[in-house]
């Protein structure tokens, strides 16, 4: 099998993504749990997001917000 990276890409945890974003982390939590950004949850409480899926929400945020 593949080694999990190359599997699964680059994974960020949840305040990772906030900085990125500059956005406050109860924000991020809240668009994790609403499922706007898609991401694996490990160990109940520990969020990982994929650097594709965290690619798809910047696309798509950039989309809708030209509508």
């Not at 974003?21 to 949850?41: D, F, H, P, Q, S």
């Amino acid at each position: 099998m593949e080694d999990m990276k190359t599997f699964l890409g680059q994974l960020y945890s949840a305040d990772e993504v906030a900085k990125m974003l500059n956005i406050e982390m109860v924000t991020c939590y809240k668009w994790l749990n609403e499922g706007r950004i898609k991401a694996m949850k490990l160990g109940g409480s520990l969020w990982r997001i994929r650097e594709a899926d965290l690619r798809a929400f910047v696309e798509q945020s950039i989309i809708e917000g030209r509508r």
